[in-house]
């Protein structure tokens, strides 16, 4: 029998032998899907930590916000202590923990972070209701210690995102390796919002109690504590509900520091009680009154001195300037004293500059209005100045040949070749003065024909006039380094014909520098604002380097000029002489309003008019030997009619008398000081016809035989004295002693005792101030 045996084994399964398989357990499922769950969450912890480490080790902590980290920088008037105002982007001072009372950290770390001491600067559970809460498109969720709002603030935008969350939390963690807790609580409580503007917990005492952080009481310091949460909220200053609403956060401060061991509770329960007193706290803007005007001069002088405004903003500068309060007072209560009633500052303009000689410091100035009200300064801006430029002719005329008794052609009017007619002012064609008016008499009576006539007998006139004007301290039309002053240019200062009329605007500013060279003996120095810049450590980063530079010693070629002693003039001599011509205004001419002052004083008034034909400016600038004012008044737009609107439009009455008020104020209790005496220079003059003037002689009388007397007596009669066609009638001389010094009989003081400069009859009889007007339709004064 044959057939096939099966091999040794199991027998094998067919397709058609299938078993059934057993269903999972419901234990089963769950326990699988608890494997896989925690499969894929500890691959997520492995990733989630790999890459937190990854982002921890790339995040380097970055530069902070330059808000934060900014300085105030302080302004100061030249004592270098007393405070004219500030330069920041916040409102915040920075000060050292140990200035820090230890209430005012305790209560801050019972207030934001009460395991500030222990953690490690970051809170986890902060992080994922943050997380959780911006992806639901819940509102953005908070929650910080410390350490992370200090970070968020110096480092980062204020965005609330989870984003930010994170990357907070991963640069608290690294700040807290780098920076022990001292100081980052130092530096959170220099940065932070209290609210009031104030950053920061001296600025913040200042704001809410007006004392330094290092005096705060612990009813204080609580109360800075619980502003934090929400400074517009708890600020008592906000009605009712803030208050009550801080009295109950400010309890919780209160019993966290009790509970911290800070205090106890006998302490806290006190404190509880009431809140602290808040003490009114004056509103008052850091550029209100001339302060603006003050600090925007101080910017731009630092600007040119290359400090950036980041620089000024945040690096702590201590700026020290030239202003005193006694010269801004003075400016301002002179102005206010003195403006004619019922004018306000909104039309009417005054605009007064204060220089001292020597120095170029501007000691004080009054910029014609509130700086809050109007950004614009009167005392920079300026107006065309008339008159007051004049001076700088006779020091021109000086220095070319000519003498305070040189004459020069006083009658109205005076022709130019082209038909430019100028006039003095007064009836018809205006007030004749004679055509041998001097040098002095023309400047004491402002003798516009007079002036016309010197400028064109001087060899290229006009440009020297110029000329002399920028040595002194006038800048010229386009800015130069050569010659600085504030600003640094003047508008239409061009060497034609009547530019010694002054139709320039000028600054009077740079009126009062060019002044104060008059006053210094012809030596000028720069006018300024800055006496010295320190960084916040006291390192000198600049200090203004006093220098003189002499403006009147441009003696021509081939012309001697010589003092009455026979020796060679110097500028200082030119000076001098300038200054003698100044002291007659104020003696006998139209600045006698100066003399109120009650010392030496030498001055020149001034008026100029618009294309209309009014007049648009008045002004007087003037002088002692220890400071230099120049005032103008202007309206509207600076070329608004003053004439039918001013009770007196005059430089002669409401300038000089408001200079008056002003240098009355500035140098009480300072020594009066003289006068030099005039050097009376002279030289061979670039033109016939301006000697001085010499009277006839008085015709021969023969006497006559008299009657012996009998009952009706017969006067003696004699010829009468001849007067001179060229002359005025002349006035009957009269010794006048004044404040300011005698006149001699001839109608001018005497330079000194010898030498007198003449004046001739033909001066004494004209009009006290006259005021010039040229027939083209612009007239100076």
């Keep these: 029998m044959s057939g096939k045996r099966r091999a040794a084994g199991p027998a094998s399964k067919s397709p058609g032998n299938k078993q059934p398989v057993r269903p999972r357990t419901r234990k089963q499922k769950v326990l699988r899907v608890v494997k896989w769950l925690a499969i894929v969450g500890l691959v997520g912890v492995l990733i989630l930590t790999a890459g937190f480490v990854v982002l921890y080790r790339m995040t380097d902590i970055p530069n902070p916000n330059e ?3 900014a300085q105030t920088s302080f302004v100061y008037y030249s004592d270098g202590k007393a405070e004219v105002g500030s330069f920041a982007t916040q409102n915040r001072v920075s000060i050292g ?19 500030f001491w222990s953690d490690k600067g970051i809170d986890p559970k902060g992080i994922l209701r943050a997380a959780f809460s911006n992806a639901s498109g819940n509102s953005t969720q908070g929650a910080s210690t410390i350490t992370q709002q200090y970070v968020k603030i110096l480092y980062l935008s204020q965005e609330r995102s989870y984003q930010r969350k994170i990357k907070e939390a991963v640069l608290s963690l690294k700040i807290q390796r780098t920076k022990s807790k001292k100081e980052i609580l130092e530096g959170y409580l220099n940065t932070i919002y209290f609210g009031r503007g104030a950053y920061g917990v001296q600025a913040a005492a200042e704001a809410f109690f007006d004392e330094d952080a290092k005096d705060l009481t612990l009813k204080q310091s609580a109360v800075l504590a619980s502003v934090l949460n929400n400074p517009s909220h708890f600020d008592p200053a906000n009605g009712r509900d803030s208050r009550q609403a801080l009295k109950e956060r400010y309890a919780y401060v209160l019993d966290g520091m009790a509970s911290a061991d800070n205090i106890t509770q006998e302490e806290a329960d006190k404190a509880a009680k009431h809140l602290p007193k808040f003490p009114e706290i004056k509103a008052q803007s850091k550029y209100g009154g001339q302060r603006g005007h003050m600090l925007k001069l101080v910017r731009d002088e630092l600007h040119e001195h290359g400090f950036t405004d980041e620089q000024i903003d945040g690096e702590g500068l201590r700026i020290t300037t030239t202003f005193t309060k006694k010269a801004m007072a003075a400016a301002e209560d002179g ?50 100045v008339g008159s007051t430029l004049k001076p700088l002719t006779v020091a021109t005329a000086l220095q070319n040949g000519y003498s305070l008794e040189d004459t020069f052609d006083g009658n109205s009017p005076y022709e130019f070749p082209d038909g430019l007619d100028v006039v003095n002012e007064g009836p018809g064609d205006g007030n004749d003065y004679g055509d041998k008016v001097s040098l002095t008499y023309a400047t004491e009576q402002s003798i516009n024909t007079a002036f016309v006539d010197m400028s064109n007998s001087i060899p290229g006139g006009p440009d020297k006039i110029v000329e002399t004007a920028n040595k002194a301290g006038i800048p010229p039309r386009a800015p130069t380094k050569k010659y600085p002053g504030i600003p640094d240019k003047s508008i239409d200062l061009e060497p034609d014909a009547l530019v010694t009329l002054g139709k320039a605007r000028i600054s009077p500013i740079n009126m009062a520098n060019a002044y104060a060279t008059i006053a210094n003996g012809g030596e000028r120095a720069d006018v300024h604002v800055i006496d010295k810049v320190e960084d916040a450590k006291g390192k000198v980063l600049y200090s203004y380097k006093q220098h003189t530079t002499q403006a009147f010693d441009d003696f021509p070629d081939g012309v001697d000029v010589t003092t009455a002693a026979g020796e060679n003039a110097t500028g200082e001599d030119i000076a001098a002489d300038t200054s003698y011509a100044l002291q007659q205004v104020v003696l006998d001419g139209t600045g006698a309003n100066a003399q109120a002052i009650g010392r030496p004083a030498a001055g020149k008034t001034g008026t100029a008019t618009n294309d209309d034909g009014d007049v648009s400016s008045s002004w007087f600038v003037g002088y002692t030997p220890q400071l230099a004012t120049a005032v103008m008044y202007v309206r509207g737009d600076g070329d608004d009619a003053l004439n039918d609107w001013l009770p007196s439009y005059f430089g002669a009455e409401y300038p000089t008398r408001t ?27 670039p033109e016939d016809g301006h000697d001085p003037y010499t009277p006839p002689p008085a015709p021969t009388n023969t006497p006559k035989p008299t009657r012996t007397p009998t009952v009706t007596d017969t006067p003696t009669t004699e010829a009468p004295t001849e007067t001179p066609t060229t002359e005025a009638p002349s006035e009957s001389p009269t010794d006048s002693c004044g404040v300011l010094g005698c006149e001699s009989p001839s109608g001018s003081p005497s330079p000194t005792s010898s030498d007198t400069p003449s004046t001739p009859p033909s001066q004494g009889g004209s009009p006290r101030g006259a005021r010039g007007r040229v027939r083209s339709g612009a007239r100076r004064r």
Excluded at 98 to 114: I, T
Excluded at 352 to 379: C, H, M
């Design 335 to 384: 102005a206010l004293e003195q403006r004619p009633e019922g004018f306000k500052d909104k039309q009417l303009h005054i605009g007064i500059a204060s220089v001292e000689p020597g120095t170029g410091a501007l000691r004080g100035f009054y910029a014609g209005q509130d700086y809050l009200d109007s950004q614009i300064n009167w005392a920079v801006a300026g107006g065309m």
């Design 67 to 69: 808000d934060f980290e």
């Design 97 to 115: 923990l140990d200035e820090m009372p230890q209430s005012l950290q305790d209560a801050v770390v019972a207030a934001e972070n009460r395991t």
């Design 659 to 685: 200079w008056a008020a002003v240098m009355s104020r500035d140098l009480v209790d300072t020594d009066v000081v003289p006068f030099p005496e005039a050097s009376n220079v002279s030289g061979e003059a």
